[in-house]
């Protein structure tokens, strides 16, 4: 037999490459493991309030997710083929999908107490046990707008909240409530928002053409306002 055969021979019994490749690719898409679904929060219960969050105009797309579960387990394709659209906001919802996870949260993130998206806030004096004469602002349950807070170490103290002066709570999205009794925050539209930079002369890719045209056109017009002045 010759060399031309025995090549021919030996391709019929070799294992073909792109169906071997196709069969390790599909296992390792098995083997994968799935995506976390991490819990909701208080602040966060529920898809909507997530992506009003969030901002973005994301909020209109609600509808498509019928669960917690089903926004959580979602890929790009996924994403794509139910219209969230342009790219850039799948890009986004999915950074925020991953940032939830990790915990690294808005304003309001780490609220124990909320009801109906609001949540209220006090100043309260540190308890005995701990020396420091500053005052604390504490996330109390829903119904206890009057008067400054029990001093508790099981009260949670929000990040991003100070008090400033006697009874003056500072901080994002932080509304006072009469008579100094404190301050609520509600859920707001893009209140975790991040928002877009902007471009400079059309950006990384296009920055060298726009500002070669830039140029070249206040070159032309220097030359026409020249010609102009001759005649």
């Not at 925020?96 to 949260?105: D, S, V």
């Not at 046990?129 to 349950?141: E, Q």
Request: aromatic fraction near 6%.
């Amino acid at each position: 037999m010759n060399a031309p055969s025995l090549r021919a021979s030996s391709r019929l019994f070799a294992p073909n490459s792109c169906l071997t490749n196709g069969i390790q690719t599909r296992l390792l898409h098995k083997t994968r493991p799935p995506h976390q679904i991490p819990q909701p929060r208080p602040f966060v219960p529920d898809v909507p309030t997530f992506l009003t969050l969030i901002g973005r105009g994301l909020h209109k797309h609600a509808s498509k997710f019928p669960s917690w579960e089903s926004l959580f387990s979602l890929t790009t394709p996924e994403l794509k083929e139910l219209g969230i659209e342009p790219p850039r906001n799948r890009r986004y919802l999915l950074q925020w999908m991953q940032r939830y996870r990790k915990g690294a949260l808005g304003p309001g993130g780490d609220f124990e107490f909320v009801r109906d998206g609001k949540a209220i806030l006090k100043v309260a004096t540190p308890p005995a046990s701990v020396v420091s004469d500053a005052k604390w602002v504490v996330n109390v349950p829903n119904g206890e707008e009057g008067g400054d807070a029990a001093a508790s170490e099981s009260l949670p103290r929000p990040k991003g909240y100070i008090v400033r002066g006697l009874k003056s709570i500072a901080g994002p999205y932080a509304t006072p409530l009469p008579e100094e009794a404190g301050a609520v925050v509600k859920v707001t539209e893009g209140m975790w928002e991040q928002r877009q930079g902007r471009k400079i002369d059309g950006g990384e890719r296009r920055r060298a053409e726009v500002r070669f045209k830039r140029r070249s056109a206040e070159r032309r017009e220097e030359r026409e306002a020249e010609a102009m002045a001759k005649m």
